[in-house]
């Protein structure tokens, strides 16, 4: 070895402890300032070794000859099974007496690494001592702190007393004792020097299993998780039912708030039916009429600032001479009103309120500019609901109509020559107007014609049916001229009496008058134009005409002055002549 390698090593083993029994290594210096180990002193065994030293051997018993048969077990009983046997020692190559060490000596006293050295204390954690087999002798660890001196075997450990055999007929037999392959038989032999391996697994290990109480524990626990699990699920899906429920039935949690459109102006096109509706209401009233047992209701629209009204003749007629008109305006507002006049032919009459001042009056139209397909619309008080509108459309026009009649002696029947339309005129639209696009009076509704009846001026309380008839406005301006005026409206008459009971196609002239005279009125109209008793009259200004009520229709239509132009027939010839419409005052 090297001085360098000498010098190494003396430098590693500084310090260290000796064996067993020697103090710690000196370092004595040298000639040329190295230092040399100290030589551990063996008295004891006499032997030189150039550096080298052997561990003390531990004592093992005295070796029995080879050919000498196993002592009887004293304490084992008869039929158990035999303790294996132990695994032999180490062979003692130098013939010294002793168990070789496993490994060679370390002359610098360094343990290898993974195992400690013999003067090491032992693990905290062994493996058991194999259990000998019943009625085999227990031989007790030497007691601790026992140490042989160095070099010298170390006194036998007393014998302990041995276990005496007990029988235990209700303990089953090891298993696998004698089968020479039995597995998980352990056949090693104990290691004298105690060596602890961590990854070793004791052979008489059993595998671990779970007793019977923790099986069930775990099986309650188990259940009863389950059984929570359920119940909460049961529990939230009623909950849920619940809440949903109510919220289908109240459409949600808290108010219910619509989605509305915002505010928006009020302005509409004025030939609308709204703008229409706008600019005619505040002109329109209606009528509470009460007297001589009766009573009805009506509409009436504004003529002038000085409170004239135009209505229907039969809205006023239960008022009589000493009856009731009350007028409420579209304002709430409420008045008296006084009968001006009234006509019965023409089926219109005249009112007027006092001391009511900014009225509005209603634009008048022209009625013969109105065309069949133009749209209208209806304002009244149907069943007494004021300012009901309705819209609709010239149905027809120049629509000869009779209403009235119920005096029995014609007096009351009105003859029109009626505008057609199918905006929804009922019982209470009587005198109201019927307005053009502009907004314009064009009509005064009349009548209408009821299911399962004939034209009347309230329809036998029914409702309408799309047939409604209004006068036209030309005729009432006229006629509410003359009772402004006069009180009396003046009716054009061609001067003759007419059979209505004639079924042919046209008008004829009776032969005699309604007061027993002559048919046809001498000096009259009729009687200068060459008019006789039994002439049928077929055309009035070229309109064709089919019956008396047509031909009296027609000739209202006209004012007195007018001239007519008549197509008639006599003994099967066909005679053209002219007149000038005379005059007579309603009733």
Request: contains cysteine; hydrophobic residues 35%; glycine residues 14%.
């Amino acid at each position: 070895m090297s001085r360098a390698a000498s010098s190494c090593g003396e430098s590693m083993n500084e310090g260290k402890p000796g064996p067993p029994g020697e103090g710690p290594t000196a370092r004595p210096e040298g000639p040329d300032g190295d230092f040399e180990l100290a030589r551990p002193d063996r008295a004891d065994t006499g032997d030189a070794h150039e550096g080298d030293y052997e561990l003390d051997r531990p004592l093992r018993a005295e070796a029995a000859p080879a050919d000498a048969p196993p002592a009887p077990d004293p304490s084992r009983t008869p039929g158990a099974p035999e303790a294996p046997a132990a695994r032999p020692a180490p062979a003692d190559p130098a013939g010294t007496g002793q168990a070789q060490p496993l490994h060679d000596p370390d002359p610098y006293s360094t343990p290898p690494y993974g195992e400690p050295g013999p003067w090491a204390p032992a693990p905290p954690v062994q493996h058991p001592a194999a259990t000998p087999a019943h009625g085999m002798a227990v031989t007790a660890p030497p007691p601790a702190g026992s140490t042989a001196p160095h070099g010298t075997a170390p006194a036998p450990a007393p014998a302990a007393p041995p276990i005496p055999a007990q029988a235990h007929p209700e303990a089953p037999a090891a298993p696998y004792a004698d089968s020479p392959a039995a597995p998980y038989a352990d056949t090693t032999a104990p290691d004298p020097w105690r060596r602890y391996d961590p990854w070793a697994v004791a052979a008489s290990a059993a595998p671990l299993q779970q007793s019977g109480h923790e099986k069930q524990r775990r099986g309650r626990t188990r259940r009863a998780l389950l059984g929570a699990v359920l119940v909460f699920g049961l529990v939230c899906g009623g909950l849920g039912g619940i809440v949903g429920a109510y919220l289908e039935r109240n459409g949600g949690v808290g108010a219910i708030e619509l989605p509305q459109a915002g505010r928006e102006s009020s302005d509409r096109d004025p030939d609308s039916v709204a703008g229409i509706a706008a600019q005619a209401l505040p002109s329109v009233v209606t009528l509470h009429v009460n007297g001589s047992g009766e009573g009805g209701t009506g509409t009436g629209f504004v003529l002038d600032t000085r409170g004239h009204i135009l209505t229907n003749d039969h809205v006023v007629a239960p008022a009589g001479d000493g009856g009731e008109i009350t007028v409420t305006f579209h304002s709430g507002d409420t008045a008296e009103a006084t009968l001006v006049g009234r006509d019965s032919g023409y089926d219109l009459a005249v009112v007027k309120v006092k001391g009511v001042r900014g009225l509005t009056p209603l634009p008048l139209g022209n009625s013969d500019n109105v065309q069949v397909g133009d749209p209208v619309v209806a304002i009244g008080a149907p069943f007494d609901l004021a300012g009901t509108v309705t819209s609709g459309i010239i149905s027809a026009k120049e629509r000869p109509i009779t209403a009235g009649g119920e005096k029995g002696d014609g007096s009351d029947v009105s003859y029109v020559d009626a505008l057609q339309t199918d905006a929804p005129i009922n019982p209470g639209n009587s005198g109201g107007p019927l307005l053009d696009s502009r907004a314009r009076a064009v009509g005064i509704n009349s009548a209408i014609r009821s299911a399962g009846s004939g034209a009347d001026r309230d329809g036998g309380q029914a409702g309408s049916i799309g047939l409604g008839f209004a006068i036209p406005i030309n005729q009432g301006k006229r006629v509410a001229e003359e009772l402004i005026d006069t009180g009396r409206a003046t009716h054009p008459v061609i001067g003759i009496t007419l059979d209505m009971n004639y079924g042919g196609d046209g008008a004829r002239v009776g032969t005699e008058g309604s007061d027993g005279g002559p048919p046809v009125t001498t000096g009259g109209p009729g009687d200068k134009a060459g008019i006789r008793a039994g002439d049928v009259i077929t055309e009035v200004d070229g309109q064709r005409v089919h019956s008396g009520e047509e031909l009296i229709v027609k000739t209202r239509a006209h004012r007195p002055g007018d001239r007519l132009e008549l197509t008639l027939e006599r003994d099967g010839e066909e005679r053209r002549i002219s007149l000038v419409l005379g005059s007579s005052e309603g009733g």
